[in-house]
Nanobody, 125 residues
Framework: QVQLVESGGGLVQAGEPLRISCAASRSTFNIAGMGWFRRVPGKEREFVAAISWSVGSTYYADSVKGRFTISRDNAKNTVYLQIHSLKPEDTAVYYC??????????????????WGQGTQVTVSS
């Protein structure tokens, strides 16, 4: 069993940066990678970014490449999503997720085992 707790969301102006975090508490689960997803009301949840835990390989949705950076702190079991310049269309609930025990670069955007409760990011124009 893994518990994921997101933090750092809020109301931000367009063009401003924001960093959201997700801390994982685990007993024996072997984290292979973590990811960020987001959901806008009325739409499907979409993949945003992912990172493999051992090597630190990163993956991004085309819509966020160049504006978002995912990183991790293995010692703290924490993953971060740095948004360098927010846009109104980034408004969504952001969820982190964890996958294990194996990682594959072929399905970095699916097959996650545990999910957080989400943190709201609202961007004002």
């Amino acid at each position: 069993q893994v518990q994921l707790v997101e933090s750092g969301g809020g109301l931000v102006q367009a063009g401003e940066p924001l960093r959201i975090s997700c801390a994982a508490s685990r007993s024996t689960f072997n984290i292979a990678g973590m990811g960020w997803f987001r959901r806008v009301p009325g739409k499907e949840r979409e993949f945003v970014a992912a990172i493999s835990w051992s090597v630190g390989s990163t993956y991004y949705a085309d819509s966020v490449k160049g504006r978002f950076t995912i990183s991790r702190d293995n010692a703290k079991n924490t993953v971060y999503l740095q948004i360098h310049s927010l846009k109104p269309e980034d408004t969504a609930v952001y969820y982190c997720a964890v996958k294990g025990p194996y990682w594959s670069s072929r399905n970095y955007d699916s097959g996650y085992n545990y999910w957080g409760q989400g943190t709201q990011v609202t961007v004002s124009s």
